[in-house]
């Protein structure tokens, strides 16, 4: 996946679909992975993206976690049932173990947190295997970051549904919706 210059065949270009509900981080991001070689496609939903993954399914795809509509865990399994060797990176302003996992399982190859760049994006799809190397945290994760993980988690064993959630966390459907709108708290 080296940087191809734009003389080559653009049916030669690795296809990369970028699925994100911010137009103005796809308006950035697109150009600047045009510029490394890929023949990009973008989409603002997952409900569109999947229809255009129906007609020509990428190699690879960077698929936004939490968008209107379905969520990209939703998409994730999509794209993996269309094409198991699609090379997709889950990124997402809203960082927890459990969607992580969770994307992990469902076939994403690597999962990161924004705030990212084009080089960071290409490197994510490079890569094959974990990081050994990668540093472990010092400090434990706080009361209120537990409870987000936790909330994630249940939330995701329920596909989404947060009345189901609610009621498994014995809270009021209102409650969790107003700690789900809340930033993640810090580690």
Do not use: C
């Not at 329920?158 to 209102?174: P, Q, V």
């Amino acid at each position: 996946m080296n940087a191809l210059s734009t003389e080559e065949n653009p049916s030669e270009r690795p296809t990369l679909l970028l699925v994100d509900d911010d137009e103005e981080f796809l308006s950035v991001l697109a150009p600047a992975m045009k510029k490394r070689g890929f023949l990009v496609t973008t989409a603002n939903s997952a409900e569109s993206a999947f229809e255009l993954a129906k007609q020509d399914a990428p190699e690879y795809a960077l698929v936004d976690l939490k968008m209107s509509g379905n969520s990209g865990l939703v998409l994730v399994r999509q794209l993996t049932g269309l094409n198991a060797g699609t090379r997709i990176v889950v990124l997402t302003g809203f960082a927890s173990i459990t969607t992580a996992v969770e994307a992990i399982k469902l076939g994403a190859t690597h999962y990161l947190a924004k705030p990212v760049d084009a080089d960071e994006i290409v490197a994510a799809f490079k890569k094959a295997s974990g990081d050994t190397e990668v540093e472990l945290a010092a400090n434990p994760l706080t009361v209120d970051r537990l409870e987000w993980e936790h909330i994630q988690r249940v939330l995701a064993e329920h596909d989404g549904n947060i009345s189901a959630t609610a009621r498994s966390l014995n809270m009021h459907r209102r409650s969790l919706q107003r700690k789900l709108s809340k930033n993640p708290t810090k580690p």
